[in-house]
């Protein structure tokens, strides 16, 4: 019995002292020796990450864990998804239990500064809106007073929420749910008349819909959602990587790499040297990242550049049929700029 | 020859060190010993550990979040409460909605329990096995699905606040007072119209007060009845002044503040006016009353049959009905078994209401451990701050029982 009680108490120690270890050896060097990248998602957002029919992850936000994966391991499949709610997502990442998140994650100060979070840039610029049954008649969301409202607790559109509804004067009743599809089944159960959230999740919800028409998505977007992938403070040659992966993505589309050309252009050196850069065939930018030097070109194959990526998996052509709006590159009036590889 | 001496009179042996291990009678003293120190250190390490971490990292253990705006809504607030107020407020709104759930389901479980438990020993075979099917079934079932089951049936049976609109509504309200929704159950409530009180809390705190003064009045009667029945063994019959002292003070009272019932309406999108008990309450409340209420059932039985039949058999001899044999001889000598177990039961209740947020209902672990530690990311302390309520509530819970078990326990003189 007191041998026992000995025992446990150093098992636990040792524990604690190896966890400590861990915390110590680089994000980079702890992935290659995994031979896996953790990478938090969401419990399951169609189009954005969940997992199809045969338990494989697919999405936007999971392109970018596999581009980061390809970069760093040279394999898109070596990732481990952890499904991550709102409220699990930022332990996760702090504890050291994920690497990066890539969760539809509002990139806020508080976050960034007082969680002590590195949001490594944005790969969706989104706002908070509204979706209301077709036959509610509702045309705007200033017509919601008195409304219940079906909410995704430990989110930015709470707080959003409360602030939309103070400043126009009206009332509601939350109700907090926890994850996406418990917040769907509440709101088709006419549980609540509305349910708010990132106008992408609205419409990603909506497509899984029986009949998606008989609900609309009001015309209100109440508030700034840019989303992006994030690590935590204080690893920066971790950070860049996931940085200048997504950039790479990026970059890719606004300089006409796609997932059919790159094997032509990434073969050698070609007349556009930022492409050369990009790709490894001129210049060190991959060894000063601390990679080979066809780090980017492995995260462009493993699911293609920005623009396919979000065409295959929310754009017009998918049901979930997202336009590209904010999220058109610079040059065709949108928000994405990549600053330059060099 | 020293030596040999000391073989055969150990007792005038010196204290040498390695007696504390070679010993039997210092022995597990010092094991017991080394085994406390290695744990305390085991667990300065690990706090240690932890407070380097966040240093590290460039956090630090601080409250100072608790004054700060919130900055989200609560739909069920015992107390005023909107997003200005502060995260302390939030998390006070949540213990309230924690205890009022825990203190509900403590007593529908208790007579769910009763009730089932006294039944399951009926000699009437349907109703028997009835009971231990209900037994069987509810508490081999974890409570979380329960709840989540009762919450999902509920959204999906009833009528949404939408059905009740219309020239021919799907659905009507009960008596034109209640209305059952899939967001709650809607019922008149009550106010007060005479200008002379105005404050509500006031109002009722004045009707609690004659309710007490009338509770001491019929203890009164009872007791002179008691006298009565003593010296003249017949006891006289007093239900009508019970009945006079309840009813009437209270009723005058009432009328003179100018008691009135607001009755709800369908206004806009949901039901206005009158007492809403929302849907997650009514869920969370059914759920863990019916569970915990299944495990009462054993121990009252287990209490019941604890008592020696002898009793019963006894009680039967002096010409009392089975009714009043359980009433009188056999559930209070039960009370000295069913009460220790009870006391875990409501213990648990209490913890189990944690579960809240699987049905939205905003106890203090969905605000102040949800959405305030989402909020503000100060994980540790929002967890330390449970911890302590909870501990402090069960520690309470356990006192207070306690003091009741003292009181009903075999008197031994």
Avoid at chain 1, 44 to 58: C, I, K, M, S, T
Avoid at chain 2, 153 to 181: C, K, N, S, W, Y
């Amino acid at each position: 019995m007191k041998k026992s009680a000995f025992l446990g108490a150093l098992t636990v120690a040792s524990i604690a002292a190896s966890a400590a270890v861990a915390q110590d050896a680089s994000t980079v060097d702890q992935i290659k020796e995994r031979g896996k990248l953790n990478c938090g998602v969401t419990t399951g957002l169609v189009g954005f990450a969940a997992p199809d029919a045969n338990g494989q992850w697919n999405g936007f936000d999971v392109g970018v864990c596999r581009a980061v994966a390809a970069a760093v391991l040279g394999d898109a499949n070596a990732v481990e998804f952890v499904p991550t709610t709102g409220k699990t997502r930022f332990t996760a990442l702090a504890s050291g239990e994920i690497d990066m998140l890539a969760r539809n994650t509002t990139w806020t100060f508080s976050r960034d500064v007082d969680l002590k979070f590195e949001f490594v840039g944005v790969n969706y610029y989104d706002g908070q809106g509204f979706m209301v049954a077709k036959d509610l008649g509702a045309t705007s969301a200033k017509e919601l007073d008195g409304a219940t409202v079906c909410i995704q607790t430990g989110t930015t559109t709470e707080l959003n929420l409360a602030d939309f509804f103070r400043a126009n004067d009206m009332s509601y009743e939350p109700v907090p749910i926890e994850t996406n599809a418990e917040a769907q089944q509440q709101y088709l159960a006419g549980a609540c008349d509305v349910y708010t959230t990132d106008a992408s999740g609205l419409a990603a919800t909506r497509a899984t819909f029986e009949d998606p028409s008989a609900h609309v998505l009001l015309p209100e977007i109440i508030s700034k959602e840019p989303l992006g992938p994030l690590v935590r403070h204080g690893d920066n040659e971790w950070g860049d990587i996931v940085r200048w992966t997504l950039n790479a993505l990026i970059a890719a589309e606004e300089l006409g790499v796609t997932s059919a050309n790159i094997g032509e252009l990434g073969a050698s050196a070609g007349a556009n040297p930022e492409i050369n850069r990009l790709l490894g065939t001129e210049g060190t930018l991959g060894e000063m990242l601390g990679l080979d030097a066809e780090w980017a070109k492995r995260a462009i194959m493993a699911g293609g550049n920005y623009g396919e990526l979000f065409a295959k998996n929310i754009g017009e052509d998918t049901p979930i049929a997202l336009a590209r709006g904010l999220n058109a590159q610079w040059t065709e009036g949108g928000l994405l700029y990549a600053p330059p590889f060099r | 020859m020293y030596h040999m001496t000391s073989m055969t009179d150990p007792h005038r042996g010196q204290f040498r060190l390695s007696m504390l291990f070679n010993d039997t009678r210092y022995r597990s003293l010092t094991y017991q010993a080394i085994a406390a120190i290695v744990l305390a250190l085991a667990i300065w390490y690990l706090g240690n550990n932890l407070l380097q971490n966040l240093r590290t990292a460039g956090l630090n253990i601080s409250f100072g979040f608790l004054g700060d705006p919130a900055g989200y809504d609560i739909s069920q607030r015992l107390v005023e409460y909107d997003s200005q107020s502060s995260h302390s407020r939030a998390a006070i709104v949540g213990i309230l909605n924690t205890l009022l759930v825990s203190f509900l389901a403590c007593v529908t479980a208790t007579i769910f329990g009763v009730v089932a438990g006294v039944l399951r020993l009926s000699n009437n075979w349907l109703v028997s096995k009835l009971m231990s099917v209900y037994v069987e079934i509810f508490r081999n079932i974890p409570v979380l699905i329960w709840i989540i089951i009762i919450f999902t049936i509920m959204t999906a049976v009833m009528p949404a606040p939408r059905a009740f609109r219309g020239d021919t509504p799907e659905a009507t309200m009960l008596l034109d007072m209640f209305a059952f929704t899939n967001r709650g159950v809607y019922t008149p409530g009550p106010y007060f119209t005479s200008p002379f009180f105005a404050n509500p809390f006031l109002n009722w705190v004045l009707v609690l007060a004659v309710l007490a003064g009338s509770l001491f009045a019929t203890r009164r009667v009872a007791h002179w009845a008691t006298g009565v029945q003593e010296q003249s063994g017949v006891r006289p019959t007093t239900w009508y002044f019970t009945l006079g002292l309840w009813v009437v003070p209270v009723g005058l009272l009432l009328l003179v503040m100018g008691l009135a019932w607001e009755i709800p309406e369908l206004k806009g999108f949901n039901f206005k006016g009158g007492i809403k008990v929302g849907g997650a309450l009514i869920a969370l409340w059914f759920a863990l009353s019916i569970y915990t209420g299944a495990f009462i059932a054993e121990n009252v039985r287990a209490g019941i049959q604890a008592i020696s039949k002898g009793q019963t058999e006894a009680a039967g001899a002096l010409g009392l009905r089975p009714r009043r044999t359980m009433n009188l001889v056999v559930l209070p000598q039960a009370l000295r078994v069913i009460i220790p177990p009870l006391i875990s039961h409501y213990l648990n209740i209490t913890k189990n209401s944690s579960l809240a947020i699987a049905v939205g209902y905003a106890d203090v672990t969905a605000t102040l451990g949800g959405i305030t530690l989402n909020q503000t990311g100060r994980a540790i302390e929002c967890v330390l701050l449970l911890m302590a309520f909870y501990l402090t509530i069960s520690l309470l819970i356990s006192v207070g029982m306690n003091f009741y078990n003292k009181s009903v326990k075999l008197k031994e003189r």
